[in-house]
C-alpha cells in the first residue's frame, strides 16, 4: 500500500470531479467549523486570568443562579457546546440525505445522549403526529391489525442497552486514512437504553402464517424506507421500540416508534416504522441491493450482511483530543460486537508488536458498547496507538490489511479493522494506517 | 304492564339480540382467537391496507399495480420530474446521484454503481421511485407515471429500447445487466485475526497512510 497516498488523493480528484461544488463547500466548513471542533482555548485562558481561582472566591459563588424554572428541559453547560453532532458536507448531495456523526471522542461511559446520537436520514427527519401514527401489520399473518400508539404502549414492555452502527462507519477510510478526526472515523454509532414491545409479541397477535419467512419493514417518512428482514431475528430479538434513554424517541431517531435490531447493521433498525409486512421472500428493496451491499474485488457483491462485527477504537487521545505533556494518562475507548458480548479487548502502543488487555467497565453487555481503560504514563515519545477487540465467539477484529486482502477497497461497508493514532512527541495525535 | 305481558316482550328482545350476536359472531371471534391481547389495536381493514401496502416485491414484481407507460412519455414526465437533479440523460447533476452509465467498472478503482451497472431486479426501480422519488415530492407520481419513468431510464440505461411500453406484467420480464452480481448470504466471519499478545511482528511498523493530516476534507480541521 505504498501508492496508498495517491490512491487517497485519485480518488478525491474523482470525488471532485464528479461534485464540482465541494470546493467551495469545504472552504465554508474549514472556516465554519474550525474554531468550534477543537475546542479547549477558551477555557484555558479564562483559567490562566485567575479570578475565580484561589484565593479568590470565584463569581459564581457571589450571585444567585437560576432557579428551578429557567430550563424545564435541561441541556448541557454553556462550556460544553463543542460537543455537538458534526456532518460532513461532501459526503451528500443534500442535508435531507445525509449523516451526522457522534463526538464519541467528547463522551464516557457507554450511554449516548440521546441529543448527541449520530443521524443518518434518507428523506430528512419527519414530524409526526403520535396520536395519528399508526402501526399495520399484514401480509402472511391470520390477521392483519393496526395499532395506535396507545395500543402498543399498554403491551408488556421490555428495555435493554444496545448500541446502533452504520454499516458504512470508517467507510471513508478502505483506501487510507482520509479523516483528521475520531468523530469522523468511528463516530456512526451510539449506545442507549431502548424500551418497546418485542415484535415476537405483536407477531403473536398477528399470528403469522405457515411459509412466512421474511418481512419488510417500512418508515413513515420522505423516503418510505424499507428493509427485508428474516423472520428469525424478528422473532429472536427485535424491539418495536418508543423509548429511548428514558424518554420518548427523539424525532430524528424515529419518534414515536422505530425498529431496534439488536447488533445488526443501522439501516435496518427502521425509523418512524408505520407497516409490518410478512411474506415467503425478501424485498431486494433499493436500500439492499443499489445501497448497503458489499461490493467485493471480483466485481460481485455480498447482500444481506447484517452483523456488525466486533470493533473497537481508542477514544482518548485522538487527533481532537492532543496529549498535553508527558505523564500519566488513561488511555480509553469503546468496544462493541453484534454477535453477542466483548471479551477482551488489548491495547498496543507500538503499532501491534505487543498488547496488553484493558480494564472492561462492568457490565458488560451483549450488542452494546464496553468501555475499555488502561493507564499510560508517557514518556513524550512516538507511539502507535491501536485497540483490537475480541467477542464471546472468539472473534478477533482484523487488521486493516487482513480486512484488504479478503474484501479489497470498494465495499463502502463493514469495515471494521483495527484504528491507529499516531502520537507525536508533541502530543498531537494523528490518523494513520501502518503495514 | 302487567308480568305476563313484559315477559314475551323481554324474551323477544333477548332473542333479537342473541341473532345480531350470532351474526356479528364468526368476524369477531375469528379475529379475537388466538390472541392473548384481544382488546389492544384492531383488525385492519382492507381499505387501510390497500392505501399503504405501495411495496413491489424486485424479484418477481409482486406488487406492482395495473397500469402502462411508454418510455416515449417517460421522456417528459423525466424532464419534468427528474432532471434537475439527475440529468437529462441520468448522469446526475452536480453532486446528485447518476443513474446510468458505470457498466463495466465494478471491479476497477472507481466502481460507479448506477441502475444500469449495478442494480439486479428491475420492479425495484418502480418501487422505489414510487416509494421515494422525486426527491422532494415522493408518492406523487400515479403508476402509470411511474411505468413511463421507468421505462424511460430503463431506455437511457440500453436495457430497454426506446418504443418499450412497461406494464405489470412486462416490467418483472426486464433482465437487468448485473441480475446475476449479488451473493445472497453472509459468508462472515470471513476473515481470521490471530490473537497474538508479545512480540507480534516480524518488521517494524510501516506508516503507509497519513493523508488525513494534509488532506483537508475533515470538517473543522484545514488542511496543514
Not at chain 1, 100 to 117: A, V
Not at chain 1, 132 to 139: A, D, N, T
Not at chain 2, 170 to 185: A, H, I, Q, T, Y
Amino acid at each position: 500500500m505504498n501508492e496508498d497516498r495517491s490512491e487517497v488523493a485519485r480518488r478525491v480528484a474523482a470525488m471532485e470531479r464528479l461534485r464540482p461544488s465541494r470546493r467551495g463547500f469545504m472552504k465554508v466548513a474549514a472556516a465554519g467549523g474550525a474554531v468550534a471542533a477543537f475546542g479547549g482555548p477558551d477555557i484555558k485562558r479564562a483559567l490562566a486570568a485567575g479570578e475565580n481561582l484561589p484565593p479568590n472566591v470565584p463569581e459564581w459563588m457571589k450571585t444567585l443562579g437560576p432557579g428551578v424554572t429557567a430550563s424545564p428541559y435541561g441541556a448541557p453547560s454553556k462550556y460544553e457546546k463543542e460537543v455537538v453532532r458534526r456532518n460532513v458536507g461532501w459526503l451528500t448531495a443534500s442535508e435531507e440525505s445525509s449523516i451526522n456523526f457522534t463526538p464519541i471522542h467528547m463522551l464516557e461511559g457507554i450511554i449516548t445522549p440521546s441529543g448527541l446520537c449520530f443521524e443518518r436520514h434518507h428523506g430528512g427527519v419527519p414530524e409526526i403526529d403520535p396520536a395519528q401514527h399508526r402501526l399495520v401489520i399484514h401480509g402472511m399473518v391470520a390477521r392483519p391489525l393496526i395499532f395506535t400508539m396507545d395500543d402498543i404502549v399498554r403491551f408488556p414492555s421490555v428495555s435493554r442497552i444496545m448500541f446502533l452502527e452504520c454499516p458504512a462507519n470508517g467507510g471513508m477510510e478502505w483506501r487510507g486514512a482520509q479523516m483528521a478526526g475520531c468523530q469522523f472515523t468511528h463516530g456512526m454509532v451510539h449506545c442507549c437504553e431502548w424500551t418497546g414491545v418485542k415484535l415476537s409479541t405483536l407477531l403473536a397477535e398477528a399470528g403469522v402464517a405457515k411459509g412466512a419467512k421474511w418481512l419488510l419493514a417500512e418508515g413513515a417518512d420522505a423516503a418510505a424506507m424499507t428493509r427485508s428482514i428474516p423472520l428469525d431475528k424478528a422473532l429472536d430479538d427485535v424491539i418495536v421500540a418508543y423509548a429511548q434513554n428514558g424518554e420518548r424517541i427523539r424525532p430524528e431517531q424515529g419518534y414515536p416508534l422505530r425498529l431496534m435490531v439488536p447488533g445488526w447493521e443501522g439501516n435496518v433498525n427502521v425509523k418512524w416504522v408505520r407497516r409490518i409486512k410478512l411474506g415467503d421472500k425478501p424485498w431486494h428493496h433499493r436500500e439492499e441491493t443499489s445501497k448497503y451491499t458489499d461490493l467485493m474485488p471480483d466485481g460481485t457483491a455480498r447482500q444481506f450482511t447484517f452483523v456488525q462485527e466486533a470493533n473497537s477504537v481508542v477514544t482518548f487521545p485522538c487527533p481532537e483530543r492532543p496529549l498535553d505533556g508527558k505523564g500519566t494518562y488513561e488511555i480509553r475507548g469503546i468496544a462493541w460486537s453484534g454477535r453477542g458480548k466483548i471479551k477482551r479487548v488489548d491495547v498496543s502502543l507500538d503499532g501491534g508488536d505487543n498488547w496488553r488487555s484493558a480494564q472492561l467497565q462492568e457490565p458488560v453487555l451483549s450488542k452494546a458498547l464496553v468501555r475499555f481503560r488502561l493507564p499510560w504514563k508517557w514518556e513524550g515519545g512516538p507511539a502507535l496507538v491501536q485497540s483490537r477487540a475480541l467477542d464471546e465467539t472468539g472473534y478477533v477484529q482484523p487488521t486493516i490489511e487482513q480486512l484488504r486482502k479478503v474484501r479489497g477497497v470498494n465495499s463502502i461497508y463493514h469495515k471494521n479493522a483495527i484504528h491507529t493514532w499516531r502520537v507525536n512527541p508533541n502530543g498531537k495525535i494523528d490518523n494513520v494506517q501502518i503495514a | 304492564m302487567s308480568r305476563s305481558l313484559e315477559r314475551p316482550a323481554l324474551a323477544f328482545v333477548a332473542l333479537a339480540l342473541a341473532a345480531l350476536a350470532l351474526l356479528a359472531a364468526p368476524a369477531a371471534a375469528q379475529q379475537k382467537q388466538g390472541r392473548k391481547f384481544p382488546e389492544l389495536g384492531r383488525a385492519a381493514t382492507a381499505a387501510e391496507i390497500k392505501g399503504w401496502d405501495i411495496d413491489v416485491r424486485g424479484d418477481d414484481g409482486k406488487g406492482l399495480p395495473k397500469g402502462k407507460g411508454s418510455a416515449k412519455d417517460g421522456e417528459e414526465l423525466y424532464a419534468q420530474h427528474c432532471a434537475a437533479c439527475h440529468g437529462v440523460f441520468g448522469e446526475g447533476e452536480g453532486r446528485w446521484p447518476e443513474i446510468i452509465g458505470g457498466k463495466g467498472t465494478l471491479t476497477s478503482a472507481d466502481p460507479r454503481k448506477t441502475v444500469g451497472s449495478y442494480w439486479p431486479y428491475a420492479p425495484t426501480l418502480f418501487d422505489y421511485v414510487r416509494r421515494a422519488m422525486p426527491f422532494t415530492m415522493p408518492n406523487s407520481l400515479t403508476a402509470d407515471e411511474t411505468y413511463a419513468i421507468v421505462a424511460y431510464v430503463l431506455s437511457i440505461n440500453d436495457i430497454v429500447p426506446d418504443t418499450a411500453v412497461l406494464d405489470e406484467t412486462s416490467l418483472p420480464k426486464v433482465r437487468m445487466p448485473n441480475r446475476d452480481g449479488f451473493l445472497v448470504g453472509d459468508p462472515r466471519p470471513d476473515v481470521k485475526a490471530e490473537p497474538c499478545m508479545t512480540k507480534c511482528r516480524s518488521e517494524a511498523p510501516r506508516v503507509t497512510s497519513d493523508l488525513a493530516q494534509r488532506l483537508g476534507v475533515t470538517p473543522g480541521r484545514p488542511s496543514e
